[in-house]
Structure formats: structure tokens, C-alpha cells
């Protein structure tokens, strides 16, 4: 599968717009179209047709593909060229569940280090949360939800844990949508994320570490409902 471009002349005007190096520029925009699902697992990104869209030379494409390839966005196959990464199921599982430690630990330190003003926005984005799922706006839930995590990563107040954990977030992005949109999941998401909230405003750090590492890992039923909801095209078979 051959990666798709929205149009040309908007690709370039993007491209511009965020102000780095080309490299730079060009790395960020794709790693935003792998997260998001644009360019999903499996597609296959070509240097030539990448500078001839954005109107770059290739150098700076080979240093922007480089890059992804050094964050596991991307991989080289003999024969293929680069290709957006699939994960197999064992690599897949592994990840959420050293995902969830991350998630706990930034969760802890949320329930020790957070301040008034932190908490009463977590509160704030619960509401708006609990409001999408009755509209059943399932993206905005979606995007709700992320705000969500990106203020209990910086209620930890920490550098290097909160970034680890965005950057693995951000290679789960894919497999981490299909598991929002499943039945009853925006509905248990809720419940959950009541329970992290809980224990940061009584300043409870192990039972915050619990209540994150237990929203976000796979256990049982969940994972087996996962892994039957991705399609096929996401799993690398070997």
C-alpha cells in the first residue's frame, strides 16, 4: 500500500507554515499523518514521490525519514523501501504494558506534585468528557481524552518520564483509537478516569498509580477484544 496525499499545493504551504528545518518540518508532518492514522501501518513512503509533493530536495527527506526510522515510525524493508511500522501482537502487548507503568508513574507523581490550579482543570476536562459521550461525538472524545493525559503528564511535573511517555503514546496512537471507538469503552473510560482524579485530589499517589496503570493496560478480556478489533492491515504477522 502506496502512502496517500491530501493536495499538493496545501502539503507545501503546511510544510512552510511550521518554521524548522526542512528535515525538521517534514519529520513532524509525517509523524502527525502516522499518528493520526493518515498514513497508517504498512504504507509504504517514497523518497522521490515525498520531494516531489513538498517541492524539497531529497536530502532533506532522507534526514526526516532517518529520523522516523530512529523513532520506530518508520522501518526499512529489503525490497520495499520505507514503510510505516505494523507491531506484532506479542511487541503490541508489551508496549501497552510498559505504557501503563509510564502512565502510573506520571499519575503518582501527579498525586504528590500537582497544584490546585491542575487539579481543578482535570475536573474541568472530566466534565467535557462525560458531555462528549452523550452527544456521541466519538472524536471529540477522542480528542477531549488526549487532553486529558497531556495534563496528568504535566501535573507530574517531570521532563524526561513525561516525554517517554508522550513518545510512547504517540506509536500507540493508532491501536489506542480502535480501542476508544469499541462498544461501552468512552463509557468506561469515564469511570476511570474518576478513579485517577480521586486519588490526585486526596493526594493519594499509590492508589493514582493503580488507577492509571489499570486504565491503560491490557488484561483478559480487553486484550483479546483489542486484538479481534484491529484490522488486519495494523498487525505485523511475523
Known amino acids: 500500500m502506496t502512502a496517500v496525499f491530501s493536495d499538493a499545493a496545501k502539503d507545501q504551504q503546511v510544510l512552510r507554515r511550521r518554521g524548522g528545518t526542512l528535515a525538521e518540518d517534514l519529520r513532524d508532518e ?19 514521490e515525498l520531494a516531489a509533493r513538498y517541492q524539497i530536495s531529497r536530502t532533506p527527506v532522507r534526514e526526516a525519514l532517518k529520523a522516523l526510522v530512529t523513532t520506530g515510525f518508520l522501518e526499512a524493508r529489503p525490497r520495499h523501501g520505507m514503510i510505516v511500522t505494523s507491531i506484532s501482537i506479542p511487541m503490541l502487548l508489551e508496549m501497552f504494558e510498559t505504557m501503563a507503568a509510564f502512565e502510573g ?21 472530566q466534565q467535557r468528557l462525560s458531555a462528549s459521550v452523550g452527544e456521541g461525538n466519538e472524536e471529540a472524545f477522542y480528542a477531549i481524552n488526549q487532553e486529558f493525559h497531556e495534563l496528568l503528564y504535566e501535573a507530574s511535573h517531570t521532563d524526561f518520564i513525561s516525554a517517554q511517555t508522550r513518545a510512547l503514546r504517540k506509536r500507540l ?5 480502535n480501542i476508544t471507538f469499541q462498544t461501552g469503552r468512552m463509557a468506561a473510560t469515564i469511570a476511570e478516569h474518576e478513579r485517577i482524579i480521586q486519588a490526585i485530589e486526596e493526594g493519594n499517589p499509590e492508589a493514582a498509580f493503580r488507577a492509571a496503570s489499570e486504565h491503560v493496560s491490557l488484561l483478559g478480556d480487553g486484550m483479546a477484544d483489542l486484538i479481534a478489533a484491529l484490522p488486519p492491515a495494523l498487525l505485523r504477522v511475523s
Open 30 to 48: 509525517l509523524e502527525e499523518l502516522i499518528v493520526s492514522g493518515t498514513l497508517p501501518p504498512g504504507s509504504r513512503v517514497d523518497e522521490i
Open 105 to 125: 508513574l506520571c499519575a503518582k507523581l501527579a498525586a504528590r506534585r500537582a497544584s490546585h490550579g491542575e487539579k481543578a482543570a482535570l475536573r474541568a476536562i
Open 173 to 177: 496512537a493508532v491501536y489506542r483509537k
